[in-house]
């Protein structure tokens, strides 16, 4: 079945430790979301990319950075993960317009820092 | 700017009770999609439900049904004879037309007692 992978499902990670999550999807979506999403709290976008074109939201902190080497794949990296960050990390995808056609959402990667 | 309004937190029922729960918007786009979401314990978000701004027609689906009121900008989710296994948050979301941006409320906890 066509999906969106998110790995890994839990990740622990040291505080100050650079750490990265991944996302892959065999639905050939041209956009690729980064939620974050904190306990008890509606989902937030971090940024997305549209093809190769990366959209950063305006209140998303210089701490979390994104690649995107191919369609299939992006990744979400945190380059010094502070106890705040802890949050569950949603990936979705979606064709171009993704009101007329719906979003894929993974099953999350649950992030705790130490 | 979009915004998505859900005004109730948390939700107890006892099982085979009906709940309802109430999602409220403001968007200055004339073309728009609603959407909802389930998000069980597990963390992944269920699509439930998408509906474009033109379309208001109910609909049910099983023991769910939604009533779109373009009038009053809601879009209100009833789970008639409610289970245990409906226990979750639910996320009512929104998106303009050709965008890439989903606007989340802030979900509506539902706890369903035996």
């Known amino acids: 079945d066509a999906m969106v992978i998110q790995n890994p499902r839990y990740q622990v990670t040291q505080f100050g430790k650079p750490v990265t999550l991944s996302c892959s999807q065999t639905?050939?979506?041209?956009?690729m979301y980064w939620y974050q999403q904190k306990s008890s709290q509606a989902p937030k976008l971090l940024f997305h990319y549209y093809d190769k074109d990366f959209n950063n939201e305006a209140d998303t902190p210089d701490n979390f950075q994104s690649r995107r080497p191919n369609t299939s794949f992006c990744f979400l990296d945190i380059r010094s993960p502070g106890l705040g960050d802890a949050a569950m990390y949603l990936c979705?995808?979606?064709?171009?317009?993704?009101?007329?056609?719906?979003?894929?959402f993974g099953s999350g990667t649950r992030l705790t820092v130490v | 700017a979009q915004k998505v309004t859900q005004a109730q937190t948390e939700i107890s029922v006892v099982e085979k009770e009906d709940v309802t729960l109430d999602c409220v918007y403001e968007?200055?786009?004339?073309?728009?999609?609603l959407f909802w979401y389930k998000q069980p314990p597990s963390g992944e978000l269920v699509f439930l439900i998408r509906?474009?701004?033109?379309?208001?027609q109910n609909e049910i689906s099983g023991r769910y049904s939604w009533n779109f009121q373009k009038s009053t900008s809601s879009f209100n989710f009833t789970i008639t004879a409610s289970q245990v296994v409906d226990s979750a948050v639910y996320f009512c979301a929104l998106i303009k037309a050709a965008g890439n941006k989903l606007t989340f409320g802030g979900g509506t906890r539902v706890l369903v007692k035996p």
């Open positions: 639905l050939n979506h041209n956009v």
């Open positions: 968007t200055r786009d004339t073309t728009y999609y």
């Open positions: 509906r474009n701004s033109f379309d208001e």
């Open positions: 979705a995808t979606s064709s171009e317009d993704g009101g007329l056609y719906g979003y894929t």
